[in-house]
């Protein structure tokens, strides 16, 4: 089973950044489109970005295009998602999650933990 672990989310004010990370185990990372989904407090898991497993093709929420970026280093098994001009509306938690496949279907194998982010005004 694969193990992804974010890490990077804290406490910035509102127009900051910060890039989180995902930490992935297994041979295989390579292989397997990956995505960034957060919770805010009372909602539910909504969608942020995704990444094809080679990188290529990437996707994101109407709510965070132009300002969140998100990357994969298939050589140190990590995801990125870099969000810029934060709003408090970004406050949550934020999780990583891989699919067994190299597309994006969004049916996704594995989560990691979380990761929060809080942003304040």
């Known amino acids: 089973q694969v193990q992804l672990v974010e890490s990077g989310g804290g406490l910035v004010q509102a127009g900051g950044s910060l890039r989180l990370s995902c930490a992935a185990s297994?041979?295989?990372?390579?292989?397997?489109?990956m995505g960034w989904f957060r919770q805010a407090p009372g909602k539910e898991r909504e969608f942020v970005a995704a990444?094809?497993?080679?990188?290529?093709?990437?996707s994101y929420a109407d709510s965070v295009k132009g300002r969140f970026t998100i990357s994969r280093d298939n050589a140190k098994k990590t995801m990125y998602l870099q969000m810029n001009s934060l709003k408090p509306e970004d406050t949550a938690i934020y999780y990583c999650?891989?699919?067994?496949?190299?597309?994006?279907?969004?049916?996704?194998?594995?989560w990691g933990q979380g990761t929060q982010v809080t942003v304040s005004s």
């Open positions: 999650a891989a699919e067994r496949r190299p597309v994006v279907t969004k049916n996704y194998d594995y």
């Open positions: 990444i094809t497993a080679s990188g290529g093709i990437t």
């Open positions: 297994g041979r295989t990372f390579s292989n397997y489109a």
